[in-house]
């Protein structure tokens, strides 16, 4: 099959759909991968690294759109891409159809065969190519926190870990899916005293049964949030309930209980965010203060570390992209039902639930 990598033209995307190792993997299987130049720059991967994988290097993304049966990227088409996908023409990538009209009405247009990284699952219902994001806004969260945590950028001034005779730092984390347990690994790593709160009991059991000595499991309820977010000194939101809103835990009222310079980081934000005052926030300008506490909400965190990101996406990626280069889309698919959940739109026909029920227009 001849696959397409072409250069992410999103604002502030700096990952690519494939590295030079995917390439690698493809091309010993005698398939073409193109690759549009310098489509791998910001990830740290380089034409050279590509060319020795055995990848052609194409001058432009109209070239590579031409030149592909299909195409492996990371974001959602954009306006200018829409015109350059052909009916028949397989692309594996993030779409979140149901937040865009504007992208479905597109890609029904576009008769092309439009696989969605976000809903290819598991059987036990978990999903695949979100889980390195998680991990890596997880681990993360704990990262900015303790940077906003410093004086200088209006935090309270505690170092996480503390030092021998001063007490550490209190970090509550909510919800101890893959975001909150990343997060507790990388803040008691460091030393920290930490709190991890969800509704599940088997999360919780698990937090206790694999965490150190300074992670402390919780039942999450009002009280208890309320109880601690006194003398916490950071806190992360890594709440989900599947396919709703995050439901608010801290409130506004909730943020004079709080000590001055508390740095609360809602990795949830782009479920609209588990605290009441999270609006989102850009890698230019990640944070803001209301009632003296410094409010972390970056919608793309991973965006900021993209040569992590692009290896950690591009490793689950790779299984399914050798899977639909070898059979072709419908093979693959019947043979794979994980994979076959993240049919969306195939030739102008939406085939994703979610997306009918989204749009009027969709029958
Ligand atoms: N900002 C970013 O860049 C970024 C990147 C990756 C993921 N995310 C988001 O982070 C959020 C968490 O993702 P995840 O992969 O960890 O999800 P997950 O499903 O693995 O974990 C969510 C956890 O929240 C728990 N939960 C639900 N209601 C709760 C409550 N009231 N109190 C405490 N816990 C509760 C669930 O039981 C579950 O254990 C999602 O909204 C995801 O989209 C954001």
């Known amino acids: 099959m001849k696959i397409g990598v072409p250069i992410e033209i999103k604002n502030n995307e700096n ?13 010993k299987r005698n398939h073409t991968v193109y ?13 050279e690294n590509y060319v020795s994988a055995g990848a052609t290097i194409l001058d432009t993304i109209e070239e590579v759109y031409e030149a ?62 979100l889980i390195p994001m998680s991990e890596v806004a997880g681990r993360m969260s704990i990262q900015q926190g303790a940077k906003y945590l410093e004086k200088p950028i209006m935090g309270r001034g505690i170092l996480l870990g503390g030092i021998p005779g001063v007490p550490p730092a209190k970090v509550l984390i909510l919800g101890a899916g893959v975001v909150g347990l990343q997060a507790a690994r990388m803040a008691s790593g460091l030393g920290a005293s930490v709190y991890i709160l ?18 402390v499991s ?72 209301i009632d003296e506490v410094v409010h972390y909400s970056v919608a793309n965190m991973p965006g900021a570390v993209p040569y992590t990101s692009t290896m950690g996406l591009t490793n689950v990626t790779l299984p399914y992209v050798i899977k ?3 059979q072709g889309w419908e093979k693959a698919c019947e043979n794979d039902d994980s994979l076959a959940k993240g049919l969306n739109i195939v030739k102008g026909e939406v085939v994703y639930k979610e997306i009918v029920e989204a749009f009027d227009f969709v029958v």
Do not use: W
């Open 68 to 129: 592909a049966e299909m195409i492996v990227k990371v974001k959602e088409p954009i306006e200018p891409e829409y015109k350059l996908i052909k009916p028949n023409q397989v692309v594996f990538t993030y779409f979140h159809f149901a937040s865009s009209e504007v992208l479905t009405k597109a890609m029904i247009a576009s008769q092309s065969v439009c696989i969605a990284y976000e809903t290819v699952e598991d059987a036990d219902g978990s999903l695949p190519l």
């Open 198 to 215: 969800d509704i599940n009991m088997k999360a919780l059991r698990h937090v206790s049964d694999v965490m150190p000595n300074n992670v």
């Open 218 to 289: 919780e039942f999450s309820s009002e009280y208890n949030i309320r109880k601690h977010i006194k003398d916490a000194d950071l806190i992360i939101g890594g709440v989900l309930i599947k396919g709703a809103k995050a439901p608010k835990l801290i409130t506004k009222d909730m943020l004079k209980d709080m000590r001055p310079g508390t740095v609360m980081v809602d990795v949830a934000v782009d479920q609209g965010g588990c605290f009441e005052t999270t609006k989102p926030t850009t890698h230019q300008d990640p944070t803001y203060i």
């Open 15 to 27: 990952r690519v759909g494939m590295t030079p190792s995917g390439v690698f993997e493809l091309t």
């Open 35 to 47: 690759v549009q130049k310098n489509a791998g720059f910001n990830s740290g991967f380089f034409d």
């Open 324 to 326: 639909l280069a070898n």
